[in-house]
């Protein structure tokens, strides 16, 4: 099992250019997260997918938007990239007792 | 004051030794509880979760979680170099539904 996959690893935008953030996972998870990870800021959630159908905001949906293609597949789209968008971003899925798994994430760059 | 809060380190520990790394919650209502190791430039671990009072141990990983402090802690025994990372404590609130609450981290450096 690849756990969860997500593409590209690196991307270097400018402002106002458009992008969406792949992120898969086969272990048959029905929830789904995507967060951006800053310095001395922790995790912090951007949108979630409860299950397939259903996505919600979480901290800092601001810029952003979602779409669950299905029970596999979460992507995060950012529609006019800013600079305060550079960062690293991660998706994850969770399990039964709701421990998440996370892919290997996203190192975006908005100049 | 934040929900999930963890001192940043970074905690210096000499190798072999016990590295104990703290975690408290402001919302005590909260059931589920996990520790996650980050290495540099990489993505979030997840090393074990807890849901009840007192300890669980997972190989030299354990877990102590105290409800009415609302604290949980995990301890590494035998500390290694490879131990060196960010351990991030992540709380899964009241109402919250399926989401976790990340602290942000504590940095760990096992010296040789």
């Known amino acids: 099992n690849a756990g969860v996959t997500q593409t590209p690893k690196f991307q270097v935008l400018k402002t106002g250019q458009s992008m969406t953030l792949q992120c898969a996972q086969d272990m048959n998870h029905n929830s789904m997260y995507w967060y951006r990870q800053d310095p001395g800021m922790g995790l912090r959630l951007i949108y979630y997918s409860a299950s397939e159908g259903t996505t919600d905001k979480g901290e800092v949906p601001n810029g952003y938007n979602v779409s669950r293609l299905n029970k596999r597949e979460f992507s995060l789209r950012l529609e006019s990239a800013a600079p305060s968008q550079t960062s690293v971003y991660f998706c994850?899925?969770?399990?039964?007792?709701?421990?998440?798994?996370f892919g290997p994430g996203t190192r975006l760059t908005v100049l | 004051q934040k929900e999930v809060e963890q001192n940043s380190g970074p905690l210096s520990v000499p190798e072999g030794a016990i590295a104990s790394l703290n975690c408290t919650y402001s919302d005590r209502g909260s059931q589920s509880f996990f520790w996650y190791r980050q290495y540099s430039g990489k993505s979030p671990e997840l090393i074990m979760f807890i849901y009840s009072n007192g300890d669980k141990e997972d190989g030299r990983f354990t877990a102590q979680l105290n409800k009415a402090s609302q604290y949980v802690s995990l301890l590494i025994r035998d500390s290694q170099p490879s131990d060196s990372a960010t351990y991030l404590c992540?709380?899964?609130?009241?109402?919250?539904?399926?989401?976790?609450?990340f602290g942000t981290g504590t940095q760990l450096k096992v010296e040789l």
């Open positions: 994850a899925s969770s399990a039964i007792y709701n421990e998440q798994f």
């Open positions: 992540a709380v899964k609130l009241t109402g919250g539904g399926n989401k976790l609450t």
